[in-house]
């Protein structure tokens, strides 16, 4: 048989075979082979299936395609080499294998059988199922074997690793905190050392570095962390391979890492990472659900705690609450019974004190309440917190030197102020100053503030009763009094002390207590100077007065604790201011729908004003369109329209929307009060309120709404002489620049030859400085009249307004070829004549600000952000830095040097005050030498 006869086919190793001097291996040339040899390698080429055929005493190698990928890198080498040269490293297994067959042993029949082979520069891990099978020579004895071979070893290691992570979600349910579910993680991974030849677990706790909490395989000498790229795993989300100090992948877990090592025999291919991925994805889930569980029992025993905190706290707030409606009800039925029904004297005085003291348990329950749910938001301004301090401690003064106790307030002035919320540092001192005098009978009590380093401490210190040692780590918890503590009165919620720990701890302070019993206590407040460790969003330069409660209520509950003839006596309600001489009382409009309320307020206003009372908000929207009021004072909660919505009534009535709206409203906390000023509110006042305040108040917005009136017709009357000063400014000066624009003109135009060319400079620079102005003068004038004119919404179709700007613009600058993109269905309801005046100034920016590009692009769209429809104009020019941005929209205001882009800084200001009058906004985002783009809302 021809030797082109013999390798017919077989694909490229049928082609390499045909190309082989074969004269120069050891089976020689073609026509010598034995007939056998000829008739099984055509079977072994012809064959889609991996096969080798093993040839003489030394096999030597003859396979096909489907066995070339077996090989690695031993291909084509191994074609006619000898079997024990081509797999040296695996020949002590598969050499006995051989032989055995070669010697008229039986065919053999191998699954899975585990070889190291060498690829490249590894010895490659690999798994096959093989046979071996004895191929006669012509002589009738063993000329050689057949290997039919399939590779095993993505199935091998497919599987195995399958039944470890089997084995670890099995093994999940056994752990019940994180440190057994990290033991089991450990157990059950380095189990597969194949694998994984070691790993390392590390968890992270809050901001803490990654701490070790399992290993196998790995050791960690100096007890830190190696240099594992734990802050790149975390900037990229995936795992990140390192080859220092070992080759290992390092991958995220949801709060810590998995360190898994590289097997030295396997390539890193996309199955293997596709392993450590699921890997990592497991052993997240099973710390995942045991912190799950450990949140949970951790919840059920917190609200075990709560519910026997509240038995107790309930039990102690029905008697506080029980005495002081007792001293109300008391006199109220006596004065009932009386024929005249009035409360004078002892009782009236008794039944102020046990309101107010209702008022101070009510106020404490809700601010705690409050803390609990997060909803108390400070606000931190810089404080003279020692002049704050000692005005809060020496309200005390009097009452505790009445009680036979000495008294000292020491709080030397602190250098720099400290930033803290001065409504809530009012209950943290006067809670702790009231503490100490509850349990002090004889000594003294003293408050003193110090500056230490980077903070400052006050302190409260008492020579009273003391805490005992196990109670001391307890005081600060809600609801936990200490029994049988020696004071002045049992009475009490327990929540004072918590309270201060909670409003000390949102000021980003400390707060600890020391004392030895029958010897006295300290309470030590800590603050940090400075504002770096405060939210930055809470902190402000200048707040509005804090509404502080003062020490009243203190005061009056604590002057009970010395005796019944312990009063303190409290300033009386101003007298009536009278009104101006000739001037028209003003007229109040009163809106609640609880008849008591109307009554008392009724009579309580109607001493100094006009006073309208209404039931609703409907009948108060009809009283105020019939004749509006000078002052709207309203409840918030009532059926039908309720005072939000009657204010959104009144704000949007022209005839009404400048009057003044006090809220009334018994819901208390930042978050109320803003909601109502947010809704147009003037004022919100919180029941139950001080008639003193509220008339106080009254008397104030009327006073403001007063000056407003008077302000605005000052301002209308200037605004009519200033539009008329511009209006004949910009005639009297367009006059002169037209002259010396066209004189200018004309001579360049008619003696430009007599003049030499710094002459023809010096005019030119005339004319250009004379249109300058004369733009200017426009662009100021296009300002004016925008501010003015009426606002007359309509349909336009914003697409084509900028189409046939951008038209404009063309035309005058026809040498460009500027690449403009204008979205289709662009429409809005605006104002068609300023909507063009925007596009204008906008559009011509952009066309401005890329003339020096080869290649101009101008686009104007529209996009979502935050579920608003924005309209934008993108150009890809001059751009500029964002530091600036804040300035772009102010008069006069240039980014860029008159000689690079010429204008008069009046256009982006134009542009403001059109978006302004629309209701909407505009910003802008850009980058230098990138472009810039500006977006913009139109309001309703």
Request: glycine fraction near 8%.
């Amino acid at each position: 048989m021809a030797s082109a006869d013999l390798f017919a086919g077989g694909g490229e190793m049928g082609a390499l075979m045909r190309a082989t001097d074969w004269a120069k291996t050891k089976l020689g040339p073609p026509e010598h082979w034995p007939r056998s040899l000829k008739t099984m390698l055509g079977v072994v080429l012809g064959s889609r299936f991996p096969m080798l055929l093993w040839w003489g005493p030394d096999l030597l190698h003859l396979y096909n395609d489907a066995y070339r990928p077996i090989l690695r890198d031993k291909h084509p080498a191994s074609l006619a080499a000898p079997a024990a040269e081509i797999w040296a490293e695996i020949w002590d297994v598969a050499g006995p294998l051989a032989r055995g067959v070669m010697e008229g042993g039986p065919a053999t029949w191998i699954e899975d059988l585990q070889l190291f082979i060498n690829s490249g520069t590894m010895a490659e891990e690999t798994y096959f199922t093989f046979s071996y099978s004895p191929v006669p020579g012509d002589d009738g004895r063993v000329g050689g074997l057949l290997n039919i071979v399939q590779e095993t070893t993505a199935k091998v290691q497919s599987e195995r690793q399958i039944r470890m992570l089997q084995e670890l979600m099995a093994r999940a349910s056994e752990a019940k905190s994180e440190a057994e579910a990290y033991r089991i993680v450990v157990e059950v991974l380095s189990a597969n050392t194949l694998d994984l030849p070691f790993l390392a677990l590390y968890a992270q706790h809050e901001d803490n570095d990654p701490r070790l909490v399992g290993a196998s395989g790995w050791k960690q000498d100096d007890g830190r962390a190696p240099p594992w790229p734990f802050a790149e795993v975390v900037r990229s989300g995936q795992g990140v391979v390192v080859d220092d100090p070992v080759r290992a992948i390092v991958l995220p877990l949801s709060r810590g890492f998995l360190v898994a090592g590289l097997s030295p025999h396997r390539a890193l291919d996309d199955r293997y990472r596709r392993f450590f991925r699921t890997t990592a994805d497991q052993v997240a889930s099973v710390i995942a659900k045991v912190r799950a569980f450990e949140t949970e029992t951790k919840r059920a025993e917190a609200l075990a705690e709560i519910d026997r905190a509240k038995t107790t706290f309930f039990s102690n707030v029905s008697h506080e609450f029980r005495t002081p409606l007792t001293l109300i009800l008391g006199p109220v039925e006596d004065a009932l019974g009386q024929s005249a029904q009035a409360l004078q004297g002892d009782s009236l005085k008794s039944v102020h004190r046990s309101a107010l003291r209702l008022l101070r348990l009510v106020n404490s329950l809700l601010d705690f309440a409050r803390i609990e749910a997060g909803r108390v938001q400070l606000s931190f301004v810089a404080t003279d917190i020692a002049g704050l301090t000692t005005d809060l401690a020496s309200s005390f003064r009097s009452l505790i030197e009445r009680a036979g106790l000495k008294f000292t307030v020491d709080c030397p002035p602190v250098a720099e102020p400290i930033y803290l919320d001065a409504t809530h540092w009012e209950k943290i001192t006067l809670n702790l100053i009231s503490n100490a005098f509850k349990f002090t009978l004889h000594g003294e009590i003293a408050v003193t503030l110090r500056s230490h380093g980077n903070h400052v401490t006050l302190a409260v210190r008492d020579t009273g009763a003391g805490i005992p040692t196990d109670e001391l780590p307890r005081v600060f918890e809600r609801f936990h009094r200490v029994e049988g503590a020696a004071g002045r009165s049992f009475e009490g919620t327990g929540i004072g002390l918590s309270l201060v720990q909670e409003l000390v701890t949102l000021h980003g302070g400390s707060v600890r207590a020391s004392s030895v019993l029958r010897e006295g206590s300290t309470f030590e407040v800590s603050l940090l100077k400075g504002r770096a460790h405060l939210p930055p969003e809470r902190v402000v330069d200048r707040a509005a007065a804090p509404a502080m409660a003062g020490a009243a209520p203190y005061l009056l509950e604590a002057a009970r604790w010395i005796g019944p003839d312990a009063e303190i006596e409290e300033p009386p309600l101003p007298p009536d201011t009278p009104q101006a001489a000739g001037r028209a009382r003003a007229r109040v409009l009163v809106v609640d729908d609880n008849a008591d309320m109307r009554d008392y307020l009724g009579r309580l206003l109607s001493a100094r004003w006009r006073v309208e009372v209404v039931a609703d908000g409907e009948s108060a929207l009809a009283s105020a369109r019939r004749e509006p009021p000078d002052l709207v004072l309203s409840d918030v909660m009532m059926p039908g329209l309720d005072g939000f919505g009657l204010l959104r009534e009144l704000r949007a009535d022209p005839l009404t929307s400048q009057v003044p709206v006090v809220l009334l409203s018994a819901r208390a906390g930042e978050e109320a009060l803003l909601e109502g000023l947010e809704t147009g509110a003037d004022d919100y006042l919180v029941k139950p309120f001080a008639a003193r305040e509220l008339l106080a108040r009254v008397q104030t917005h009327l006073d403001l709404a007063r000056l407003r009136r008077e302000w605005s017709s000052e301002l209308e009357r200037a605004n009519s002489e200033l539009e008329a000063f511009s209006y004949s400014v910009s005639h009297d000066l367009r006059a002169p620049l037209r002259a010396i624009d066209g004189f200018s003109g004309a001579l360049l135009a008619d003696h430009s030859a007599q003049l030499d060319e710094q002459g023809r400079e010096y005019l030119e620079r005339v004319r250009g400085a004379t249109q300058r102005m004369t733009q200017l003068i426009d662009d100021l004038l296009s300002l004016s009249q925008i501010t003015r004119a009426q606002l007359n919404r309509d349909r336009v179709d914003l697409s084509d307004v900028a189409r046939k700007v951008l038209v404009e613009l063309g035309g005058r600058d026809p040498q460009r070829r500027v690449d403009t993109r204008v979205a289709d269905g662009l429409v809005v309801q605006a104002d068609p004549r300023l909507l063009t005046v925007m596009l204008e100034n906008l559009l011509g920016n952009a066309w401005k600000f890329t003339s020096k590009l080869p290649a101009a692009t101008i686009e104007v769209g529209t996009t979502a952000r935050d579920g608003e429809r924005v309209y934008f104009v993108r150009d890809n020019g001059a751009g500029f830095s964002m530091e600036h941005a804040t300035k772009l929209f102010a008069p006069f205001q240039r980014l860029h040097a008159a000689s690079e882009f010429e204008g008069t800084g009046i256009g982006l200001a134009t542009v403001h005050r059109v978006v302004t009058r629309h209701g909407g906004r505009v910003w802008a985002e850009a980058t230098p030498d990138q472009g810039a783009t500006f977006l913009f809302t139109l309001g309703g």
